[in-house]
């Protein structure tokens, strides 16, 4: 299947987090961005609110993102409440850029789940880590940030299109 | 909005979009402190609503709708946890808005880093004292060393302000640490010791 990493236009990489979608056509199971773009204005601006949170490196904070321990220790999920429903983006995580960059993280987001509690579904990040481990998923995630090296904030896109570098430690 | 962001430059920040976008982020901001406060404090919405007189489900409203609130309802809800509030202006060289906001949290963890000043001189005396941090390294073996770390989170470059070495020892006098650091660097050069 060929899977693909996109960033989300307007959400910018820090200095050691970035954030991406993974998408594939034939996987109905990848919905993660599909749900984010079809989200009211209002859960928009919230998830890329709790989004920035994170990528600028704020203390975990469980009512907008938590991860899990042990064998699920890759994975993540970015969650929010509407109407007493329960929502979650989930993703794992991973370093894009293990040699030149080891401290960078990405979370990349697969996909969306609902409930009306907040018990988490195991059969869900057990595919995760099922995905995460796939060579065309870990080739198509490094190629998006192989490809920002230079960019953590504001650098050149490849999704998007090229841009300045906008790197303010160079300024 | 959403038609905004797709509309956007790439290389802009969602919050670029529109006032609202901007005000949804800076008060998501505002609220994130405030349920922090509220966790560590402890302090249970039931409980606050109790202060503010109103109805819990009021309290809930509004600490889910960023985009609705009030500078009055800032300042009733910080008051209420015990905490005060400021109107930050700050250029930061992005004009354009290409990474958004600063987050209020910064604002304020750099206010405690300070020394927590209420006024111009308690800023200027508390710089006086935490701004400036020698760092000697003494050689004890003659031998290539790689540059030492400070810590994980600090580019020892960013804030050099002096630098001299010998055959001895090496020193730099790095900006905006607390305390003086020295560091000893064993026979292997594998060990170092802070002190």
Redesign the interface.
Known sequence: MAYSATLI????SSLRRGLAFLECQEDRFLDARQVF?G?T??W???L???F??WL?G??P?D??FHGWQGEYKECFAFKW?DAGTYHRLYGFLVNPRPESDP?FRVCVLVCHDWKNDESTDFTILNKINRLRAKEEVIQAVHKLFQATERGT??AS?P???A?AS?D?RK? | MEQAIQHLEPEHHWTAASDDAFLHRITFDFLTQLEKKMESTPISQAELAEKLDVTESAVSRVLNNPENLTLRTIVRYARAVGVKVGLVAYDDDDPEDFYGPVNSEIFSMCWQKAGRPHDYWELANNFQVISVTTISVHWIATQQLSFPMVSNDLDPWGDVISLSWSKASFEFTYAECEVPVSLLIDKTGSNAIYA
């Open positions: 236009r307007g959400v910018q773009d989200l204005d209002k928009g601006e919230r890329r609110s709790q920035d949170y600028g704020g203390a904070f009512k907008y409440k401290r904030r504001g896109n999704t998007f299109g841009g906008l303010r300024r």
